[in-house]
């Protein structure tokens, strides 16, 4: 059977990405062009300074994976791009960028969901298993999704409101750390003690739904009214006890799931799984039951376009096409 080799494309937040993947599983070549810097002193994305340098990245980085992978246009069988979700003036520079290259090297379209890709970073490590779980955690999403076979997405439970990384990102605002305040949450909290006693979400009996923005306000009013009693809380214990809240549902939740649905592997996906305190508590949970976890490596946790090529080549194997007229879909569903 002949290699199928394709190029991926992710603009859909901060970073401009180009990467090649031969068979879905074996990267090419992988370069991402990092905004963070320039969006640093915002204190976060700024949307239209996305948009922006995506046009002024794009052309580059995909001279820089070609070269990097030493691939010929002719070795290529098709085009994914992330088409959503994500901002949309940022996602229509990739889906134009990807629209171009396909027309003028006329080569088959693939429009990519964002999260599929986060998905599929796995299977750069690790060829799948079904029945399968996926924990997605990132800035935009917190979701718990079954696998029962290669491209069908069963959303079992997701945030009813903040996702995991925008309540990392915003706790990480209040204690006055620079953006994005994930990993410096978690550098922190492994510095500090679990001082204080936050709430957990577990919503309903059996609800595999999350819920951050009570914990959020949780921890603004505590280091509020340790001000106003003339109490400073070390940051380190805030972020200890900030991220053990965060960790308890989340862990609890997955291994709660992979238990019911009787998963053959569980996967972890998106930004916040670069989080080492929940890669450990995760690895400490699963070890105590038969289900295997895989946790990706930290550049493929984080956005990327070889998650997208690898999401993309099955959709491309399944014989699914996209047409020129290929659109941004900023709020697009799994
Ligand atoms: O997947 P991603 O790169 O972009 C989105 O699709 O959202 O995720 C970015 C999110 C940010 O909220 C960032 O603060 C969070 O992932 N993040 C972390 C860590 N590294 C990145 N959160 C907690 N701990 C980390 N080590
Ligand atoms: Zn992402």
């Known amino acids: 059977k002949k290699d199928t080799i394709l190029l991926g494309i992710e603009t859909s937040c901060d970073e401009t990405a180009v990467a090649i993947v031969k068979n879905g599983r074996e990267i090419l070549a992988n370069v991402v ?22 046009v002024e990245q794009i052309t580059y980085v995909l001279e820089e994976a070609l070269q990097q992978s030493n691939t010929v246009w002719e070795a290529i069988d098709g085009i994914a791009v992330t088409e959503g979700p ?5 996602l229509l520079v990739g889906v134009n960028a990807a629209k171009a290259l396909a027309f003028a ?36 999403h917190t979701e718990l999704v079954l ?8 959303l079992i439970g997701e945030t009813r409101d903040d996702a995991a990384g925008e309540a990392y990102d915003k706790v990480a605002r209040m204690l006055q750390l620079p953006y994005p305040g994930g990993p410096q949450i978690d550098r922190l909290a492994e510095l500090g003690e679990e001082a204080i006693d936050f709430p957990r979400a577990w919503l309903e009996q059996n609800s595999y739904d999350f819920s951050f923005s009570g914990l959020k306000s949780s921890v603004i009013n505590t280091i509020h009214n340790a001000k106003q009693r003339g109490k400073e809380l070390r940051k380190e214990d805030i972020a200890a006890s900030f991220q053990a809240s ?6 609890t939740k997955t291994v709660r799931a992979a238990k ?10 998106g930004g916040v799984a670069a989080n080492r305190g929940l890669r450990s ?7 105590k039951t038969s289900i295997p976890l895989l946790i990706p490596p930290l550049n493929l946790c984080t956005d ?27 709020s697009l569903l799994l």
């Open 33 to 54: 062009a990092s905004q963070i810097d320039s969006h640093k002193r915002f204190g976060g994305v700024v949307p239209e300074i996305a948009s922006r340098h995506h």
């Open 86 to 90: 994500g901002l949309v003036g940022a």
């Open 105 to 140: 090297k006329q080569k088959p379209l693939i429009g990519v969901h964002h999260i599929a890709g986060h998905i599929y970073a796995n299977r750069l490590e690790k060829e799948f298993e079904f029945p399968l779980l996926a924990l997605i955690v990132s800035g935009g």
């Open 147 to 154: 696998m029962k076979s290669h491209g069908a997405y069963e």
């Open 246 to 251: 965060v960790i308890d549902v989340l862990t």
């Open 260 to 269: 019911e649905f009787d998963v053959k592997q569980v996967i972890i996906a």
């Open 281 to 287: 508590a995760l690895e400490a949970e699963f070890a």
């Open 304 to 330: 990327n376009a070889a998650m997208i090529a690898a999401a993309g080549t099955i959709a491309f194997e399944q014989g699914r096409r996209s047409g020129l007229e290929l659109n941004a879909r900023p």
